[in-house]
């Protein structure tokens, strides 16, 4: 028995400065006569007059300040006067990857003709990319383990056997600083996300924004692999034959972008009213954007995200080949095979999700009524792969090789 094992890590920090500009300490609290602008009270608002009143000496209350706007504060932070432009603050941000790999791997004799071997590798990467306030950068949690054991068996001097099977799981998502601070958003008051590890985006007009609107994104995939290959020699010919089988199960994220949400602030709330060429009321002089944003007035929003979508699919590999010795310089390879993918299969509740549209009657049609098969498309029985090489040795220092094939890709 032989067995080898191994470990190797890496820690990578890279530091930045970067100049960003916030509000000031005061408008924290609500003081706003830095702004220079008339801050209006959009409560106070005179529909016969059209008008609306200032907060007294540009003041805003500190129990008019809103409940979540208040909470969201301890993720941003207040720069230095306003008249520092265009940055007041200056942040130094941080690019880390923890990197740790094991493997080990097992030979042993079991008998004179049979031999095994199986090897295991687990690879976790996290990398963390922040942003210029807290929980606003990106996180990238990446993992991979694979593990596999092969059975040889010399069954005569010229017929072998191999089996080989296969595990492995990959987690690769591109996610939220948030992602393992536990839940976070329904603590600040803000529900009906799709995910709540995290803070919602903040886009404040004129000013820097903070927190980060998406969820995960990308896929978890657990795949298993089943070979059973024979080798026999015959003359000049060493056929190889046998099958391939790969069973695919993942799990795929690619709608949320917008799962924390996003929330724009401009200077309409908190400005004074006038009318445009078009006779419609809207925002006229004065207001603050940040000023709507304490008020927890936004302008827009938005969340935008699905739940994780499992799929399952399988493909199958049978092939042929020889490789014959037509001459003592002269070697040429041949072969076939059959690639074989079904159609990726949703699971659950997402085989209710997929729809088409019926050009005849110009309805939708859904497979959660049985409507439409959930797996959209049809599965290709035709994919063969012929493939022929050839190797010219010229003389001891001159190889000639040429080859041509035809190959399927074994991803979806």
């Not at 190797?8 to 602008?37: K, N, S, Y």
């Not at 978890?220 to 024979?230: E, R, V």
């Not at 940040?290 to 995200?305: E, Q, Y």
């Not at 997402?350 to 498309?377: M, S, Y």
Request: hydrophobic letters at 35%; charged letters at 15%; glycine letters at 12%.
């Amino acid at each position: 028995m032989w067995f080898y094992g191994g470990y190797e890590g890496l820690r990578e920090i890279t530091g930045f400065a970067r100049g960003v500009f916030t509000p000031t300490q005061a408008m924290f609290g609500g003081d706003l006569t830095e702004v220079g602008d008339t801050i209006y009270d959009p409560l106070t608002l005179n529909e016969d007059a059209e008008t609306r009143d200032p907060f007294p000496n540009n003041v805003i209350p500190t129990n008019r300040i809103n409940s979540v706007s208040q909470g969201l504060l301890q993720f941003y932070r207040p720069g230095a006067s306003l008249s520092q432009r265009p940055n007041n603050l200056f942040v130094n941000p941080r690019n880390t990857l923890d990197d740790d790999q094991f493997n080990l791997r097992i030979d042993t004799a079991l008998t004179d003709t049979q031999s095994l071997f199986g090897q295991f590798i687990h690879s976790k990467s996290p990398a963390v990319r922040e942003g210029n306030f807290p929980l606003t950068g990106s996180f990238y949690p990446n993992e991979i383990q694979l593990g596999m054991v092969q059975h040889t068996w010399t069954l005569s001097p010229s017929l072998v056997n191999t089996f080989r099977f296969g595990a492995s799981r990959n987690v690769a998502l591109f996610s939220n600083e948030g992602r393992d601070e536990g839940s976070i958003l329904p603590g600040l008051g803000i529900f009906n996300t799709f995910d709540t590890r995290g803070v919602t985006a903040q886009n404040i007009q004129g000013f820097s924004g903070f927190g980060r609107a998406n969820g995960d994104l990308g896929n978890l995939d657990n795949n298993y692999q089943l070979d059973q290959g024979m080798s026999y020699i015959r003359g000049n010919h060493q056929f190889r034959f046998g099958t391939s089988i790969r069973y695919r199960r993942t799990w795929q994220q690619n709608s949320n972008a917008g799962a924390h949400g996003n929330l724009a602030y401009q200077r309409r709330f908190t400005a004074a009213l006038t009318r445009n060429a078009a006779g419609a009321l809207g925002p006229g002089d004065g207001g603050n954007s940040f000023a709507d944003f304490l008020l927890g007035m936004p302008s827009t929003g938005g969340v935008r995200g699905l739940p994780m979508l499992p799929y399952r699919f399988t493909q199958y590999m049978p092939y042929v080949q020889d490789t014959w010795k037509l001459r003592r310089n002269l070697t040429m390879n041949w072969g076939i095979s059959w690639f074989k993918d079904t159609i990726a299969d949703p699971q659950g509740f997402a085989r209710d999700l997929p729809h088409g549209f019926d050009a005849q009657t110009g309805l939708l049609k859904v497979a959660a009524l049985g409507e439409v098969d959930p797996k959209v498309i049809a599965s290709d029985n035709n994919n063969f792969t012929p493939r022929l090489g050839l190797a010219w040795q010229l003389d001891d220092k001159t190889v000639i090789r040429t080859g041509a094939g035809v190959y399927y890709s074994d991803q979806q």
